[in-house]
């Protein structure tokens, strides 16, 4: 069984662009959740998607968005990239649906802003 | 508001010493707990989940319902333990993880 995929693995953009990257869930899991990564804050939940619905937000401006397609794939958008936006992004699939909330993570894509 | 704790950035043991990564949950229904472990390069994994009860690589996880806490203990510290941890709390549409623990084995 295929792991999640995410793409790419990396990235180099400038500042004032904007990004969009990709997960691929585990074959029928309809949660995908994406995650920001980096040294100080850990772990932080920007959103998440069940069956092509955003069903919960973090705290993270409206440059963040995102979206889910009816094959559970899932689409991240950072607009207006900062430097602070530099971070590995981790997306993370789950069944979904009121089973169990366990997460299988993908490899990430590691954004660097200059 | 639901939030894990895990109240120390790093941790170094020496290796054969007992570990022990400390976690704090506050939810007031009955939690899914998770423990995920990210090694150097690779992705992060599931370690273990409170509602299996299991041991992994040696380590075992308690759920503490009165002192809101799921700690993390292994008995005797090995050099490939060396990694970052994190605890979670499982709900209905996301995952809470706590900012995560680094634990260095020292030789």
């Known amino acids: 069984k295929a792991g999640v995929t995410q793409t790419p693995r990396y990235l180099i953009k400038t500042r004032g662009q904007q990004v969009t990257l990709s997960c691929s869930p585990i074959s029928g899991h309809r949660s995908v959740s994406w995650y920001q990564q980096t040294p100080g804050q850990g772990l932080q939940f920007l959103f998440e998607?069940?069956?092509?619905?955003?069903?919960n937000k973090g705290n993270f401006p409206g440059r963040f968005s995102g979206r889910q397609f009816s094959n559970s794939r899932s689409e991240m958008n950072v607009s207006t990239l900062e430097l602070g936006d530099s971070a590995l992004y981790l997306c993370?699939?789950?069944?979904?649906?009121?089973?169990?909330?366990?997460?299988?993570f993908g490899q990430g894509t590691r954004l660097t802003v200059v | 508001a639901q939030r894990v704790t895990q109240p120390e950035k790093l941790l170094s043991v020496f290796k054969g010493a007992p570990v022990e990564l400390k976690c704090n949950y506050s939810y007031s229904g009955s939690p899914e707990l998770f423990w995920y472990v990210q090694y150097s390069r690779q992705r992060l994994q599931l370690l273990l989940r409170h509602i299996s009860r299991e041991s992994i690589k040696g380590f075992t996880a308690d759920l503490n319902k009165g002192e809101t806490s799921f700690h993390l203990k292994k008995p005797f510290a090995q050099e490939e333990d060396s990694a970052m941890y994190y605890c979670?709390?499982?709900?209905?549409?996301?995952?809470?993880f706590g900012k995560g623990t680094r634990l260095h084995i020292l030789p």
């Open positions: 979670a709390l499982g709900l209905d549409d996301k995952i809470i």
């Open positions: 998607y069940f069956s092509e619905t955003q069903r």
């Open positions: 993370a699939s789950s069944l979904g649906g009121g089973g169990s909330t366990e997460a299988f």
